[in-house]
């Protein structure tokens, strides 16, 4: 090869590693599926499938119940955080073959024929940062359970009052559609937190409207009268990924 096409050549090939090691990087920390809860009762599509559910307690009689259709054999894995120190909610978790080791306030409802495992808090819990989202979070409790009935399992997070997550599952995997709209739910996250939709999205939008400007005065110099549709197309992509970059950054220093 001439020496100019050989260096450009190899300039390729090493942006094409540079970009498999950052996606490399990037995958094990896609720990959950975040998810924000249905309300007082939520349905858990797989037991299995790590998810994290972005919760809030009402009050003090208030119970959020996540329910999962689980199989003998299969293990219940499940923990929760918070984000505010002094939010602590308990976990009880009911189902069939659930050794009953505690008993529950009267607005937990236990159904006929299950036992309850009741989950407290850690009086003084670990402060950590989550690089998925990214978060700090106080870690509260975990529960692992090997069940030994199929049937209809319930997980239940009450007591107190405020913001919780609560992790499900433990098979770190994504469809193609969550691929898509992870994003989309990570932002609903960021208002969950209680950030401003502003705050959200104004390094994106920024960052679009400054690349825009850019390219607008660069396309009348190179390509007066002509619209370059691969050229207009590739750099909005690359300009919402340079404003998600900004935004995950400044996520990193808020967290």
Not at 31 to 43: K, W
Not at 181 to 209: D, E, K
């Amino acid at each position: 090869l001439p020496s100019g096409l050989f260096i450009r050549y190899m300039i390729n090939i090493r942006a094409c590693v540079l970009i498999l090691f950052i996606c490399l990087l990037i995958l094990p920390s896609a720990a959950h599926v975040p998810e924000i809860g249905a309300g007082d009762i939520t349905a858990v599509p797989d037991p299995l499938k790590s998810y994290a559910w972005y919760g809030t307690l009402g009050g003090e009689d208030a119970a959020d119940i996540f329910v999962l259709e689980m199989e003998a054999g299969q293990e219940l894995r499940i923990s929760i955080q918070t984000p505010d120190e002094e939010v602590r909610p308990y976990l009880a978790v009911t189902g069939p073959g659930i050794p009953t080791i505690d008993t529950v306030p009267e607005y937990v409802r236990v159904p006929v024929g299950s036992g309850v495992a009741v989950i407290a808090p850690a009086g003084d819990p670990e402060l950590s940062y989550e690089p998925f989202t990214p978060m700090s979070t106080y870690h509260l409790s975990r529960f692992s359970h090997v069940i030994h009935e199929d049937g209809t399992y319930s997980v239940v997070v009450y007591g107190g009052e405020g913001r919780y997550t609560l992790a499900t599952g433990y098979l770190e995997e994504f469809s193609a559609t969550e691929w898509i709209l992870v994003p989309i739910q990570v932002m609903a996250v960021r208002m969950w937190q209680g950030q401003s939709p502003v705050l959200v999205m104004a390094p994106i939008v920024l960052t679009l409207i400054a690349g825009l400007a850019w390219l607008y005065r660069r396309e009348r110099e190179v390509a007066p009268g002509r619209i370059r549709y691969p050229v207009w197309t590739g750099s909005i992509a690359g300009f919402l990924y340079i404003g998600t970059g900004l935004l995950m950054l400044i996520q990193m220093i808020l967290a």
